[in-house]
């Protein structure tokens, strides 16, 4: 039986050999059968690899992006931080961890829902550690395709303090 790969061009085949008097009425079916789960099996793979490389371009978009993303999910854990966040942190690894690990910063995922206009430009003092990082940030929902809240993602700058003399810290 043929096996057809990526657009339908022919990948193989799938032969089974033996003696004629072994040949019972179902082994053309079984042998179709078999051929169109390892079609099934190298489109699985073939998805596999293309939702990988799409991944990988998705994580160095959100790595190479000049300001800071704090990506949080539907029950408020970190998803994803990329590299300026986590160096206007000064802490890596906040993947997994609660939003409530930077105090200070108290994001409603329902209201950024709600209202994301409201949401914008927002100042706060983040506590990481032992440092206060003054910061303005803005937030929108991540939502699918099917209008369901998937989550948040966060855009933020450390902001500089003025000294009274005008110059800048």
Not at 96 to 122: F, T, Y
């Amino acid at each position: 039986a043929p096996i057809f790969g990526y657009e339908d061009k022919l990948q193989g085949v799938l032969v089974i050999s033996g003696s004629s008097t072994l040949v019972h009425l179902h082994t053309l079916v079984m042998v179709i059968s078999a051929a169109r789960s390892i079609e099934k099996q190298m489109h699985l793979q073939q998805q596999h690899k293309e939702m990988a490389v799409y991944t990988g371009f998705l994580d160095s978009v959100i790595k190479s992006a000049e300001t800071g993303l704090l990506v949080l999910d539907r029950q408020m854990r970190i998803w994803k931080t990329n590299r300026k966040g986590s160096e206007i942190l000064g802490r890596d690894n906040l993947e997994g961890e609660p939003v409530s690990v930077l105090k200070g910063l108290d994001p409603d995922l329902e209201g950024i829902w709600k209202n994301p206009s409201a949401w914008k430009d927002r100042e706060c003092d983040i506590c990481c550690g032992k440092k206060r990082i003054p910061v303005i940030f803005s937030a929108q929902p991540v939502i699918s395709d099917g209008n369901e809240l998937l989550g948040a993602v966060l855009v933020f700058e450390k902001m500089c303090l003025q000294r009274e003399s005008g110059a800048f810290l």
